[in-house]
């Protein structure tokens, strides 16, 4: 029992230390959600994203060897983790685009378009299935899997988890789940009763910068990726035209 109290106690601190200084995707979806339809939407989105971080960070903790192995077949094949990492980024470029489409045409009265329509409806029924979605957007980032990866390492080097005892290591990821939701639900709780002070043009505006600040973190890390991207092993695999 103290283990699991000292495992969960553990996650929970490093999940909100390091949640609190990650401004990405997941903090603005939450802002987003919190400004547009209220601190409910803002805490499902919220509790989808940490949801995804405690499953991600239970299977590093769990499958050490199993990660090195997935992240040195992707390493082997780079076309491959290319096309994985700017899915991810043209989805999360994607979003914040529809966000600004669906501002202006409400702004001037105009019928919204198919996808947007949709796009309301999964904000509206799927607030929790939309924090997971754009959660998963952070394996785009190259320093996210192996920054998990090294949580997973420090936990069992420092003995915070028990690699025999199950129990330890569902602790620490739900205690990381939950320090990354404590944080997320203090920015959620502060939006919202910061958007009461706030007049409905300042409000149009803070939605748009939103949806331009999901552009821009997805261009941001398009270009990282691009950058660290071997094209030199990719040009070997492409035939000589």
Request: net charge positive; with cysteine.
């Given at each position: 029992?103290?283990?699991?109290?000292?495992?969960?106690?553990?996650?929970?601190?490093?999940?909100?230390?390091?949640?609190?200084?990650?401004?990405?995707p997941v903090?603005?979806?939450?802002?987003?959600?919190?400004?547009?339809?209220?601190?409910?939407?803002?805490?499902?989105?919220?509790?989808?994203?940490?949801?995804?971080?405690?499953?991600?960070?239970?299977?590093?903790?769990?499958?050490?060897?199993?990660?090195?192995?997935?992240?040195?077949?992707?390493?082997?094949h780079?076309?491959?983790?290319?096309?994985?990492?700017?899915?991810?980024?043209?989805?999360?470029?994607?979003?914040?685009?529809a966000?600004?489409?669906?501002?202006t045409?409400?702004?001037?009265?105009?019928?919204?378009?198919?996808?947007?329509?949709?796009?309301?409806?999964?904000?509206?029924?799927?607030?929790?299935?939309?924090?997971?979605?754009?959660?998963?957007?952070?394996?785009?980032?190259?320093?996210?899997?192996?920054?998990?990866?090294?949580?997973?390492?420090?936990?069992?080097?420092?003995?915070?988890?028990?690699?025999?005892?199950?129990?330890?290591?569902?602790?620490?990821?739900?205690?990381?789940?939950?320090?990354?939701?404590?944080?997320?639900?203090?920015?959620?709780?502060?939006v919202?009763?910061?958007?009461?002070?706030?007049?409905?043009?300042?409000?149009?505006?803070?939605?748009?910068?939103v949806?331009?600040?999901?552009?821009?973190?997805?261009?941001?890390?398009?270009?990282?990726?691009?950058?660290?991207?071997r094209?030199?092993?990719?040009?070997?695999?492409?035939?000589?035209?």
């Amino acid at each position: 029992m103290v283990e699991l109290t000292i495992a969960v106690l553990a996650g929970a601190g490093i999940g909100f230390l390091l949640a609190v200084p990650a401004i990405g995707p997941v903090s603005i979806s939450v802002v987003r959600s919190s400004l547009v339809q209220g601190r409910h939407a803002g805490f499902w989105a919220a509790a989808g994203a940490a949801t995804v971080d405690a499953l991600l960070c239970l299977l590093m903790l769990m499958a050490t060897g199993f990660v090195g192995t997935v992240v040195g077949f992707l390493g082997a094949h780079p076309l491959l983790s290319l096309s994985i990492q700017l899915l991810c980024v043209l989805v999360l470029i994607g979003y914040g685009i529809a966000q600004l489409r669906l501002r202006t045409s409400r702004l001037v009265g105009a019928a919204p378009t198919r996808f947007a329509s949709f796009l309301d409806r999964l904000q509206r029924r799927g607030h929790f299935l939309l924090g997971m979605g754009v959660a998963l957007t952070n394996l785009a980032n190259p320093a996210f899997p192996s920054s998990l990866a090294y949580l997973g390492v420090v936990a069992h080097q420092f003995q915070l988890v028990s690699a025999e005892h199950f129990g330890s290591l569902l602790g620490f990821a739900l205690g990381f789940g939950i320090g990354n939701l404590g944080w997320l639900m203090i920015l959620s709780q502060g939006v919202h009763r910061f958007r009461h002070r706030l007049s409905g043009e300042a409000l149009e505006r803070l939605y748009r910068l939103v949806g331009a600040a999901l552009i821009g973190v997805g261009t941001v890390l398009g270009i990282r990726i691009l950058a660290a991207t071997r094209w030199h092993d990719i040009l070997r695999l492409l035939p000589v035209l």
